[in-house]
């Protein structure tokens, strides 16, 4: 009897030393292994939330990286900034069925035979047919011009819809709050001005130069590419531009504005190119004034609210320099097409423009970063 007992507990000590042994060496193992991995986790985690100023943006497809942080200053006032220019296709000298003012609700409320007829009819619908990020950057002595496709697709609280229809169902400040998540940039100032604006603005500076890739047919109410097919038609929507080169008013600047059918063919790219250009042309006049003209300009379009916007002739004239420095040599222009593709209609959808907001936003990582160039060493 004690001879067994002797003989079981000798095993059970070395089992029980055995096992502890074994036990020890696979803890360890699994420790340093889940510990390896947590630290390799959070170092990638840290590097995303905490990125160095050398660290590299995610790499994008036919896309550039802007240039770097020039090493001399340049001695020009005002801060680098963000704006989107929002234009509405407003035009209610064209079109007469559009929402009628509370006011006009109140009185059309009150004449019931004229209620059950015009309150119960398909209204007009005002939209954004061109939305653009324009950032000034004075330590990269560039200018930097993106169009995001009115047939955009965002998600919203009531569903997937276009960018043109948010000025509708959420307004101004929904769209600038958009295109500030779909790029990661803050945006400083909004500019919004009716379609109807621009032909004013540009019939006063006068007519500029545009090379058409397509033709384009106009006749106030309707632009498209698409050739009328009888003579009938033809001159009811008379051919406005062939492809060539033409001198456009402001006339040709609101059928290129209202040419959304561009998007129904896919030909997202070349209705941004031709909003960018028309930008350009538009600040090519402005910035050949004297600095005093352009404000006098721009204060008489804010007095006689010809535009809606955050950046008041004060801030104009306090960023006047970095502005007119649009024509300086030693800055750059250059556009950035926002990533993404289009996808035709369909029975079931319309056509619209799927974002990749993921490059979107890598596209404009090297933009978010505080950027102070050091002066040289004396």
């Known amino acids: 009897m004690l001879s067994a007992f002797k003989n079981f507990f000798i095993t059970f000590l070395v089992a029980a030393l055995v096992f502890g042994v074994a036990a020890y060496f696979a803890t360890r193992f699994l420790t340093d292994t889940i510990t390896g991995i947590f630290e390799e986790e959070s170092d990638v985690l840290d590097s995303i939330l ?20 020039e090493d001399d200053p340049l001695d020009i006032e005002g801060d680098s900034f963000n704006m989107v ?35 119960g009819a398909p209204y007009r619908r005002i939209r954004s047919c061109a939305v653009l990020l324009v950032r000034a950057d004075k330590e990269r002595r560039e200018f930097t011009l993106t169009s995001i496709p009115s047939l955009t697709r965002v998600f919203t609280a009531s569903g997937n819809q276009s960018v043109g229809d948010l000025y509708n169902l959420y307004g101004r400040d929904y769209i600038v709050s958009k295109v500030s998540a779909m790029t990661g940039l803050p945006i400083d100032y909004y500019l919004l001005v009716n379609i ?20 384009l047919y106009f006749n106030g109410r309707v632009s498209t590419s698409v050739r009328p097919e009888t003579a009938e038609e033809l001159q009811l929507l008379p051919k406005l531009f062939g492809i060539g080169s033409y001198a456009v008013d402001g006339s040709g600047a609101t059928a290129i504005l209202m040419h959304e059918e561009a998007f129904g063919g896919g030909d997202v790219a070349t209705h941004g190119a031709e909003l960018i250009t028309m930008f350009t042309e538009i600040m090519n006049k402005l910035t050949a004034k004297e600095a005093a003209d352009f404000i006098s300009f721009y204060e008489k379009l804010c007095d006689d609210a010809k535009i809606d916007t955050t950046f008041t002739p004060k801030e104009l004239s306090a960023r006047i320099e970095l502005v007119m420095a649009w024509k300086d040599e030693r800055f750059h222009r250059t556009s950035l097409e926002y990533p993404g593709r289009f996808v035709p209609e369909t029975e079931e959808e319309a056509a619209y423009y799927e974002p990749n907001t993921t490059q979107g936003v890598a596209l404009f990582s090297n933009y978010r970063r505080v950027l102070k160039a050091e002066k040289p060493a004396a």
């Open 50 to 69: 905490n990125p160095t100023e050398t660290a590299s943006p995610p790499e994008t497809s036919g896309t550039e990286d802007p240039p770097p942080v």
């Open 85 to 119: 220019l929002i234009v509405t296709d407003y035009q209610p000298d064209v079109f007469s069925d559009y929402l009628p003012t509370d006011t006009e609700l109140a009185v059309l409320a009150k004449q019931e035979e004229a209620a059950v007829g015009v309150l």
């Open 196 to 215: 109807t604006e621009v032909s004013d603005i540009v019939s006063d500076l006068g007519k500029f130069a545009m090379y058409f890739t397509h033709d």
